[in-house]
T-cell receptor
């Protein structure tokens, strides 16, 4: 079945630094990738939608200059949290939709970010 | 605005019972419906997909779809403590962005 690899699974960084999270579709080509954020005991919040080769579409309230998304190939999308602050600490999850035509989303394992 | 509604729960059922999870959606043009399970601290994993009215069974899970009533449900038979998780309903409409419900917390007690 479709597998999405997300790395790193957890990261701790100092306030003001940047962190990059990678999301790879291992056995299929992902036309669209979605980035979500989830705070403890809260629901998934869609941050942005990225299509290969084009700029990401950000949801209202998500700062595109702070959360940089790059989808340079059909198998790789990255999310960079720039100048991270403690309030950015969260669980970031990517998901990918493939070419199959069926709207099946496969999720990565998630990346837990802690900003000190 | 497209909405997907789920009762947040928690829904508590005894081991061996049937758990019934419900979801309603607002977009009548929705075509694809999914149930995901999310354990605490983990990412969602796909359990079932359903595209046509009626029932779809997969092992202990049955998804039910009624497009006229804009309603989709998930039944879990012979519930086990390992089924304790949050269940997310996801709906795809005409856009290529899925809408997720807030999830229903299920607790299966021995």
């Amino acid at each position: 079945g479709a597998v999405v690899s997300q790395h790193p699974s957890w990261v701790i960084c100092k306030s003001g630094t940047s962190v990059k999270i990678e999301c790879r579709s291992l056995d299929f080509q992902a036309t669209t990738m979605f980035w979500y954020r989830q705070f403890p005991k809260q629901s998934l919040m869609l941050m942005a939608t990225s299509n290969e080769g084009s700029k990401a579409t950000y949801e209202q309230g998500v700062e595109k200059d702070k959360f940089l998304i790059n989808h340079a190939s059909l198998t790789l999308s990255t999310l960079t949290v720039t100048s991270a602050h403690p309030e950015d600490s969260s669980f970031y999850i990517c998901s990918a939709r493939g070419f199959s035509g069926a709207n099946v989303l496969t999720f990565g394992a998630g990346s837990r970010l802690t900003v000190l | 605005q497209k909405e997907v509604e789920q009762n947040s729960g928690p829904l508590s059922v005894p081991e061996g019972a049937i758990a019934s999870l419900n979801c309603t959606y607002s977009d009548r043009g929705s075509q694809s419906f999914f149930w995901y399970r999310q354990y605490s601290g983990k990412s969602p994993e796909l359990i079932m997909s359903i595209y046509s009215n009626g029932d779809k069974e997969d092992g202990r899970f049955t998804a039910q779809l009624n497009k006229a009533s804009q309603y989709v449900s998930l039944l879990i038979r012979d519930s086990q403590p390992s089924d304790s998780a949050t269940y997310l309903c996801a709906v795809w409409g005409g856009s290529y962005i899925p809408t997720f419900g807030r999830g229903t917390s299920l607790i299966v007690h021995p």
